[in-house]
């Protein structure tokens, strides 16, 4: 297949992976790109040529580069010895036990491919190692020591990989030779990486000195750094790429850290830059692994050596050794903590959970699908179709067996299995709250601190709404409780919703029934035509449907989506296509919106009246949001000349700014009575000032004040 429009698919597939995980929480996103990879490969007989020197520089330098610039966490430095002989240790560990058992579990595996197998099934995912470990409520040194191992453990293993890997190409095998080329391949690939950091780093300064800041210039030379890094090491100083990409993530870290107050827009441009590179890598990475499985169990199906049944019980072999491997390796670890400080005696529960943590990711599947074809000798990679497909199912059933254990370790914790392919604001949130300590003052999630500062600004536009700027004032107002609304989807649970959605279903059948008094009373008195009444009365029927049809979405953004602009549609296509004066038809329309949404607030009025103790249970935002809906709606019916809209935009300005700065004092709040954590108050400013930003462009496009 043509590499651009291989890259076109697997983008494309990457998005719709993602869209289908929005229904389909309890699946990993990894797992959906698998099925996708699968299910392209079969019925469209897609294959991918893959080189190993260019999928190993695509993907291993940049994932591993920002793994690198997103350690270490405080809590993680403070157990940085155990941590490092961790991720040292355990996979030294893996790869000769794990690769041993697994050549005794399959002789006609070569020992060397064996050793590669198990060296490349080290490396755990951390982002699914944290989201497990949380959930699971392990201890803290046991979390920190987990969360901590995974970040450091793509190296190493990759490094005893490519051991395994050369010792099985060439033959040729020096426990020796081995024993010093680590150690020059370790020494060297870590001074490699600080050095051409360091250079990219003095590079950046000298060029700031000189007036070169530009923010898309310097976002692109962090962005190539890595292969940069990656190539130079690999090809010039014979040393580990591998090792040089982290260490030069990590220093390129902590120079970070000493200029985000010189060079914010930098920073914040970067970091999402890096997220939308990371969140494309890891979904293609398990893409082509799902379309590569049909080559693999192709030939594993043809082959007389093993049967489909043992390739998977092979699989499911060599899973079972590594979790028995890491449990015990945990279970030990805790006897030493114990022993040392004499508080917490090991639990072979939280071993075991330690060890499902362990699911393996898109570095193990990256290293795995860089095999060679061939070896020296020109023969065929051993048995390199059945390491493949072991390495895969070892992947899948990592996940699929973490994704059962959820629900049994943390039944009352909802919160899906989490990769490197799926970070979002809420593993950021987890965070905040790990970085936290722990106090009484109750701590607000950030769809509630949203809520609460997007309220405080509505305040703000009420206290603020004269009768030259209503119409601006109620047109910000519906879009806040829109947005409000959204959010509270996120805070509030299934029978709370369920009671709003109900008390919104019942507030708007009232409005609608003022509507169509309304409608009928100005027919009765020939205020308007037949057409306009019958357009009008349709209007209100399929109103009336759409809240019988209301199923997972509120009313509020079905008013929001519909009432909008398919309104102004038909009444745009109703003007063109009728012989009547279409001044006429407007005028009419402007005065059934008007005269129907002041029935209709008189209608709720009456209602809300008549029973003051129901009216009290009733969802006060519901109320407001309908009211402030029909108020916009008369608003709207003013003539809307050029200069009304040129005032209109200077008031909307105007009042975003009031709203906006309202927002600002909210989230001081908040943080300053100890509501949210600093992180969390961040990235609340951050929103702010884009939408600040954003104003100041339209003012920039179109507005003279």
């Known amino acids: 297949m043509p590499i651009i429009e291989a890259v076109i698919l697997l983008v494309a597939l990457v998005l719709v992976s993602n869209i289908l995980s929005h229904y389909l929480t309890f699946i990993p996103v990894s797992l959906i790109q698998v099925t996708l990879g699968l299910v392209v490969a079969l019925f469209w007989n897609i294959e991918i040529d893959l080189d190993t020197d260019w999928f190993l520089l695509l993907f291993i330098a940049p994932l591993l ?103 099985t190409v060439t033959g040729v095998f020096s426990l020796s030779g081995a024993v010093g080329d680590f150690f020059y391949i370790s020494l060297v690939g870590l001074l490699s990486g600080f050095i051409l950091q360091t250079v990219v780093e003095l590079l950046r300064d000298i060029l700031r000195r000189q007036g070169i800041n530009d923010v898309i210039f310097n976002t692109v030379l962090q962005l190539i750094t890595p292969f940069i890094v990656y190539v130079i090491t690999e090809e010039v100083a014979h ?87 890491r449990v015990a390796w945990i279970y030990l670890y805790e006897g030493s903590v114990y022993l040392r400080q004499r508080k917490r005696k090991p639990s072979l529960r939280v071993a075991l959970m330690a060890g499902l943590s362990g699911v393996r990711g898109a570095i193990t599947m990256a290293g795995v699908l860089s095999l060679p074809l061939l070896t020296a000798t020109g023969s065929a990679f051993p048995q390199r179709s059945l390491a493949l497909f072991v390495a895969a199912g070892v992947i ?60 405080l600004a509505i305040n ?47 507030l708007r059948t009232i409005g609608l029934d003022g509507e169509q008094s309304a409608v009928e009373r100005l027919f009765e008195h020939n205020q308007i035509s037949m057409q306009s009444y019958r357009s009008a009365l349709r209007r209100i029927e399929r109103a009336r449907q759409r809240l019988t049809q209301v199923s997972g979405r509120t ?94 935009q200077q008031q909307t300005n105007r009042l975003r700014i009031l709203a906006l700065g309202a927002e600002r004092s909210g989230i001081q709040s908040l943080l300053e009575a100890g509501n949210i954590p600093w992180q969390m108050a961040s990235r609340l400013r951050q929103y702010i000032n884009y939408s600040e930003n954003l104003m100041m462009m339209t003012v920039d496009d179109g507005d003279p004040d």
Do not use: C
């Open 555 to 648: 009313v509020i953004s079905t008013l929001k989506n519909w009432n909008k602009w398919l309104r102004q549609f038909a009444r745009r296509l109703i003007l063109r296509l009728s012989r009547a004066n279409p001044h006429d038809l407007q005028a009419e329309w402007q005065l059934i919106d008007r005269e129907s949404s002041k029935a209709a607030i008189k209608a709720l009025s009456k209602h809300l009246a008549a029973d003051p103790q129901k009216t009290a249970e009733l969802d006060k935002q519901a109320i407001y949001h309908l009211v402030v809906y029909y108020r916009n709606r008369i608003e709207r019916t003013k003539q809307a000349s050029a200069k009304f809209r040129e005032k209109y």
């Open 239 to 325: 040393a580990s790429g591998v090792i040089a990409v982290v260490t030069a993530g990590v220093l390129s870290h902590a120079h970070e850290n000493r200029l985000v107050e010189d060079l914010p827009e930098l920073r914040l441009v970067t970091e999402k830059t890096w997220d939308i590179i990371i969140y494309l890598l890891n979904g293609v990475v398990f893409l082509i692994l799902g379309i590569e499985l049909p080559l693999a169990t192709t030939n594993i199906i043809k082959s007389t050596q093993f049967s489909t049944t043992q390739a998977i019980l092979y699989a499911l072999g060599a899973w079972l050794i590594l979790l028995l491997i």
């Open 65 to 167: 580069f920002n793994d690198g610039r997103r350690f270490p966490k405080r809590e993680l430095w403070k157990l940085r010895g155990p941590i490092f002989a961790n991720a040292i240790g355990l996979v030294f560990v893996t790869t000769i036990v794990g690769g041993y058992l697994m050549y005794l579990m399959i002789p006609k595996m070569p020992l060397t491919v064996s050793f590669a197998v198990a060296a490349i099934l080290s490396p755990t995912d951390p982002v699914a190692v944290q989201s497990i470990s949380k959930r699971a409520n392990l201890p803290e040194n046991i979390l920190h020591l987990v969360s901590g191992e995974s970040l450091i453990n793509d190296a190493s293993g990759l490094i005893a990989f490519k051991y395994a890997v050369a010792a």
């Open 460 to 506: 703000a536009i009420e206290e603020n709404r004269r009768q030259e700027n209503q119409r601006a004032a109620y047109d910000l107002i519906l879009d806040y409780q829109f947005l409000i609304r959204r959010m509270e989807l996120k805070v509030k649970d299934d029978t709370e919703m369920q009671r709003v959605l109900t008390d919104e279903m019942q």
């Open 396 to 455: 899948i059933i990592s996940l699929v067996a973490a994704v059962i254990s959820l629900p049994l370790v943390a039944p009352d914790n909802p919160i899906p299995l989490r990769t490197r392919a799926s970070l979002s604001d809420e593993d950021e949130e987890a965070d905040d709250a790990a970085l936290e300590p722990a106090t009484t003052v109750r701590k607000m999630t950030e769809a509630e601190a949203r809520i609460y500062i997007m309220r």
